[in-house]
């Protein structure tokens, strides 16, 4: 079990779901964690569960000055960081013919919020000669398309893009920097989405989600801590070949 005492992680989307389970696996190894969201109840309650350090920021990460001022603050209090996980997300459609057109919206937070996190990150980040990380909580809709939801595939098929580039300009800095692209997560969000999909064909939930896992590989769903695992591992030695990269942890959802 990897140790991170003595480094400093920002967890962003940290109040709940895959953040939350990350924070916390983090945490447990050690690490001082910056919760970072929207809501501060809900990462005080993540902080509250923690075994370790905490420091409690809210942010939105769609504000770029507060993403600035947010990391600045983490970097004040508890010194340089050695990782970030760009987590924070919004889902759902963007369907023209509702009227509702959630693109900006989306892909703000999305994409362009993982970009101003990695970069607020780049400023603080420690320059001790170890290894640093970033990684962005993609999905495996970055990989295909999937009818309603164009913004959100689009803003997390960026992602992949921006990690690419950004491992290939911050090689140099021993910064690593990758993606997961998660299938179905036992999370709200997903509870949120399938419902929506069940309502479309006249199914309760139940049966929506029977439909959409019936459509997986191994007909699973992952567990948040799932993913908080794999972080760890592109955290630890055993991740150190990793830049650049996206992990498919989507129960055969998608085969590359």
Request: charged content about 20%; proline content about 4%.
């Amino acid at each position: 079990m990897t140790d991170f005492s003595d480094r400093v992680a920002v967890v962003t989307g940290a109040g709940s779901g895959i953040g939350r389970a990350i924070a916390l696996e983090l945490s447990a190894r050690g690490a001082v964690v910056a919760l970072m969201g929207r809501t501060r109840a809900t990462l005080e309650a993540v902080a509250a569960e923690a075994p370790g350090e905490t420091h409690v920021v809210p942010v939105d990460v769609a504000d770029r000055a507060a993403v600035d001022q947010g990391f600045a603050e983490v970097a004040r209090a508890k010194g340089p960081l050695h990782a970030v996980v760009a987590n924070a997300g919004v889902g759902g459609p963007n369907d023209l013919g509702d009227g509702d057109d959630r693109w900006d919206e989306i892909v703000r937070t999305n994409l362009d919020g993982s970009y101003f996190c990695f970069r607020a990150f780049e400023r603080h980040a420690a320059a001790d000669g170890g290894f640093k990380h970033a990684i962005a909580i993609s999905s495996c809709v970055a990989r295909f398309g999937v009818p309603g939801i164009s913004a959100y595939s689009a803003a997390k098929a960026g992602q992949l893009g921006l990690v690419r580039s950004l491992a290939a300009e911050w090689a140099a800095r021993g910064i690593l920097v990758n993606a997961i692209c998660p299938g179905w997560v036992e999370t709200d969000m997903a509870v949120a989405r399938m419902t929506e999909l069940g309502a479309d064909e006249g199914l309760g939930y139940e049966d929506a989600r029977a439909a959409q896992l019936a459509a997986v590989p191994l007909q699973r769903i992952s567990a948040p801590e799932e993913i908080a695992g794999l972080v760890t591992f592109l955290l630890s030695p055993a991740g150190v070949a990793f830049t650049g990269q996206a992990l498919d942890p989507n129960n055969g959802a998608w085969m590359g």
